[in-house]
Nanobody, 125 residues
Framework: QLQLVESGGGLVQPGGSLRLSCAAPEFTLDYYDIGWFRQAPVKEREGVSCIFNSDGRTYYADSVKGRFTISRDNAKNMLYLEMNSLKPEDTGVYFC??????????????????WGQGTQVTVSS
């Protein structure tokens, strides 16, 4: 099984920041569409932010636009998500995922075929 490993989650107060990291020891991330997804307690898993390999374009969910920044370090084969101005509604398990099929080119979880275990982000006072 090809692995992705997330880290950087934790408990922060509203308005705080976190930086999530995703390591991919068996993927070259630059070859694929990659992204961050989250699942809140009472919601479906949703796409937070993705990078599409064809042109490097990025996608951000409307709810995080202007607050989150996705980036990759090709030399280190790492993916990051910088999260600023965090809100309680950002709480959830955050997953790093890869789409190796490249058939749909969307930031939707159903089309991503390799997933990490997730890292918990809790935003609370």
């Amino acid at each position: 099984q090809l692995q992705l490993v997330e880290s950087g989650g934790g408990l922060v107060q509203p308005g705080g920041s976190l930086r999530l990291s995703c390591a991919a020891p068996e993927f070259t991330l630059d070859y694929y569409d990659i992204g961050w997804f989250r699942q809140a307690p009472v919601k479906e898993r949703e796409g937070v932010s993705c990078i599409f390999n064809s042109d490097g374009r990025t996608y951000y969910a409307d709810s995080v636009k202007g607050r989150f920044t996705i980036s990759r370090d090709n030399a280190k084969n790492m993916l990051y998500l910088e999260m600023n101005s965090l809100k309680p509604e950002d709480t959830g398990v955050y997953f790093c995922a890869v789409d190796t099929l490249l058939l749909f080119r969307l930031c939707e979880p159903g089309y991503y075929d390799h997933w990490g275990q997730g890292t918990q982000v809790t935003v609370s006072s």
